[in-house]
Structures are given as C-alpha cells and as structure tokens.
C-alpha cells in the first residue's frame, strides 16, 4: 500500500513540476499581458468606470429590466470571491514571503495587474456563450466556450473532468483540513469541527446556486471586512514601519533577498516565481473557475459583467493579500522561520498580542466555509457538463461527508494532487481564451462604443 501512495506521489510529483513550472506561470501571465495591450490597458485607463459599474453599485438594487440570468452580478461576484478569497489570502501570501521574500509581493501585484484582463476575458466569454440547461437554469464557463465557441468538444470534456476532480480537493477536503486547524484554537476537536462544517454546508450547497449566491453575499462583504479591519488596526499601530515594507518589497523584486534571521535567503527567480504563482492561486485568473458563477448573472452585455471580474481580481489581491503581506512585513516577522498560516498568525499576534490569533482563526473559519460553497457549484457544474443536470444532486451527496474526511485526515497526498489538477484547468481554458480573443475584443468595443457611448 505503502509502495503504491508512493509511486502516486512520485508520479503526481512529476505532472506538478510540469504543470506549474515557469512556462505555465509565462503562459498564464502572458495572456494577461496580450489581453491588456489588446484592449489599451482597459484595467487602468476604465478603472474609474469599473469601480463606478461595481464597487458603487454593491449596494444599489440593480436595474435588470434588460438582463437575463438567475443571481445578481453582484451575487456572482460574492460567489466567485467566496472561491477565490480563502486560505490563500491568509497561508498562501505567507509562503510566497518564506519561500520568495518579500520581492514575492510585488510579482504577486503584477500577475494580478495582467490577471485582470485574463479574468475580465473569461468572464465575458462564460456570458457570451452561456445557455440554459435541462432546469432552466443559465450554466456557463470554459467548458462551454470552449465546446460552442472553438467546436472542442473534446477539450470542454477534459476541462471538465479537471473541474470536477480538483474541487473536491482543492475546494473540499484541504478547506476544511485548514478550518479545523484553526479551530484548535478554541480547543474544538477536528471531528466537531468536520461535522458542524459539514452540515452547515448541507444547509446552504443542497438549495442550489441561488441559496449559495443568497449566503456568500452575505459572508463575503462581512470576511472581508472584518480581516481588512483587523490588518488595518496592526498597520496603523506600525504605520511607521511601512515605508520601509514597501522598501523591501520593491528591493527584493530586483535584488537577491540575503539570510536573515530564520530566512534562508532567496534569489530574484525564487521571488518572482513564488510571487507570480501565488497570485494565480489567489485570484485564479486564468485557471478558469470563477467564469462558472458569473456566467449565471443578470446583465445586459457580457462585457459590464466582465467588469466585475476586474474588481475580483482588485479586492483578492491588490486589497486583500496586499494587507497580510505588509503585516508580517511591517511586524518583522517575515524572516522568523515560519510559513504559511502559522507565519500570519504571528504577525496578527505581534501585533495586536491576544485577539491577532483569533482574527486569523476566524478569518480562515469563514474564507474557508465559503470558499467549500463555491467550488461546490463549480465542481457540480463541471459534472452537468459531462453527464447532464441529474448528476447534480448525485454529486452534492458525494460533496459533503468529504468535508468531514477532510477535517480529520492528513492530506498531504490530496493537496497535491488537487493543485496539480487544478493547474490542468488552466491549459484548456488558456487555448479558450487566446482562442476566442477576438471576440472578446469585438464585445469591448462593441460595449464602450454603443452602451457607454465612449
């Protein structure tokens, strides 16, 4: 038994140093960079625009006498920021800094400053060529484009069976391994943890996209709010350190990070590669996800829906990692030794000692729990693609009590082989994307020339 766990991991081990080697990580930055030049740098020259069609719009009842689709955009955004705002936010930032240095933070700010155009992309093409399925009900994403825009019928199917295998790791069992971690803080045993984690899940994931889109967007603003108020307050309290944050930051990005205290030193490739990489883990632009919520919005055009795949990308990263990062920079415990959660976790604990530990705890708790409901929409859509909308409910059956096996098991084997299927997302979604670029350059000028009058 032993023997065989091995050789998967030897072999998976293998596909993942593929996957996620440098050519992915050009592949997947450079058709940002391709979708930027293409649109004259849409992201910045229309950023006042896409905050005014989104982030002033949050609140506002929208105006969908035009617009076909289930949820709102702004519950498609909550459902796809549920998926991507998760444990990445918090341990994935922390490893890039361990690993990378904190030169990681600024590859991490470019692979989001292109990954908006790439998620902008995706998202557009999951509105343009999205359908109803058998329940009435808007399905789209890479799958879909990909099968009804380049006629790869064969190509939707292996992304599919990609989608609908990684999520249960990557959006199940490593979720709620990470949420029962934290709650150890409280002294709850994992098995409490896996089973209350479970059954909430059941609540919301057994009612449906709707139900889902009704929950996230009511955790989603409050998650983020309260993790940005707690690294807002450590900030303040070391405004003074910050300046020299960013110094690092930007220093490292061009110059090898030497050992210092518990850091064992970094050269400029290992920054930029664990920037970039993590970038993508966060804000999964280009790995094709996120596109399966949108594509069930209402809108008028696909383009004003892709602006908000611009904003996702902003909070994820810019707003959110960027927050944690200059916290366990600016508390100087970014070259203590540790990584991951345990690294953020000092840092909330040096500075603010006491409630800091609970802040990431409970920041975890709920970055995770939504992070489990989303990627069980994206997991069954995945499945709807392949076997029709009767495996849906098959699929949320087999979905929950691996959230319990999740949280009382090792999943050393489980995270690694999701990441390496999560990685073969992005290849079919890219040739999609690059594939189909042209319509998504018609769209945009179609959009701001008719609709904006630009």
Known sequence: MFAFLNAIESINSTINGLVWGPYMLVLLVGTGIYFTIRTNFLQVKEFGFTMKETLMKIFEKPDTSAAEGDITPFQALATALAATIGTGNIAGVATAIALGGPGAIFWM????????????????????????????????????????????????????????????????????????????????????T?????????????????????????????MAVFYIIGALIILIMHISEIPAAFGLIFRHAFTPAAAVGGFAGAVVMDAMRRGVARGVFSNEAGLGSAPIAHAAARTDHPVRQGLWGIFEVFADTIVICTLTALTIISTGVWNSGLTGAELTTAAFNDGLPG???????????????????????????????????????????????????????????IWDIADTLNG??????LIGLLGLSGVVFKLTKEFFTEKVGK
């Open 109 to 192: 700010w470019v692979s989001a400053f292109f990954g908006m155009m790439t998620k902008f992309a995706e998202v557009v093409l999951a509105i343009q060529y999205r359908e109803k399925n058998e329940e009435g009900n808007f399905v789209g994403g890479p799958m879909y484009y990909i099968e009804k825009g380049l006629g790869l019928k064969w190509l939707a199917v292996i992304f599919s069976i990609f989608g609908a295998l990684a999520a249960f790791g990557i959006g199940n069992m490593v979720q709620s391994n990470s949420v029962a971690a934290a709650m150890t803080t409280f002294n709850i045993p994992p098995a409490v």
């Open 194 to 222: 896996g089973v209350v984690l479970a059954v909430a899940a059941a609540l919301v994931i057994l009612g449906g996209l709707k139900r889902i889109a009704s929950v996230t967007e009511r955790i989603v603003p409050f």
């Open 355 to 413: 409630p800091g530990g609970v802040i990431v705890a409970i920041g975890i708790l709920f970055f995770a729990f939504s992070t489990i409901l989303s990627w069980a929409y994206y997991g069954e859509k995945c499945a709807e693609h392949l076997f029709g909308s009767g495996v849906n409910k098959i699929y949320r059956i087999i979905w929950l009590p691996l959230i319990f096996v999740g949280a009382i098991g090792s999943l050393d084997l």
């Open 424 to 429: 073969l997302m992005a290849i079919p979604n």
